[in-house]
């Protein structure tokens, strides 16, 4: 079944990545039910995808944990900072969608940190190689796309390939936060 999953998973990310290539908006939305399912499925170790299975009232609370993180991260960001904005988001089902999809972002991090944490046996390795990995999975085809647009006013003149040096940083927020809540809630 794993397989399978993990097959799924190969097949929605192409796919996603395909539509991004193509300048078709909302990408995304398959792109993070593919990577999710691309890290996730492995019956060795414990994963989200695990608990769906097998335990689906912790992962349901595991998702409104992360829904509450995902709501965070937007008011946070979008909304109080405005460090960016959708401008292909225009409904409110659109809004609710995005925000229904957030935790399975946020888990793919997760997963794709700890499979990188058991490969390269170091915590700090793993966090900078899924940095490098999570920008160049969403942040480049957004290039292309432009789905999301970001507006950091500070450090403008910091940047690294075209990317705010805030941003850069953001991701380790959105890799490390997931990881540490999973390892809090799996205790």
């Given amino acids: 079944m794993y397989l399978m999953l993990r097959m799924i998973g190969i097949f929605l990310s192409l796919i996603s990545v395909v539509l991004a290539m193509l300048k078709i908006h909302h990408w995304y939305f398959i792109g993070v039910i593919g990577f999710w399912l691309l890290f996730a499925s492995s019956p060795k170790r414990k994963t989200s995808l695990g608990l ?13 944990v992360f829904f509450l993180l995902g709501c965070t991260i937007e008011l946070v960001g979008r909304f109080i900072l405005h460090w960016w904005s959708y401008p292909y988001i225009h409904s409110t089902t659109m809004e609710i969608l995005l925000l229904a999809f957030y935790p399975f972002i946020l888990l793919s991090f997760r997963e794709m940190h700890d499979i990188l944490e058991i490969t390269t046996k170091s915590r700090s390795l793993a966090l900078v190689s899924s940095m490098i990995i999570g920008i160049t999975i969403w942040e480049l085809p957004n290039l292309v796309t432009m789905d999301w647009i970001y507006s950091i006013p500070i450090l403008t003149s910091m940047q690294i390939y075209n990317f705010n040096i805030i941003l850069i940083a953001g991701w380790a927020i959105l ?13």
């Fill in 52 to 64: 769906l299975l097998h335990d689906r009232k912790k992962f349901l609370f595991l998702y409104f």
């Fill in 175 to 187: 890799i490390g936060a997931p990881t540490y809540l999973y390892s809090k809630m799996d205790k």
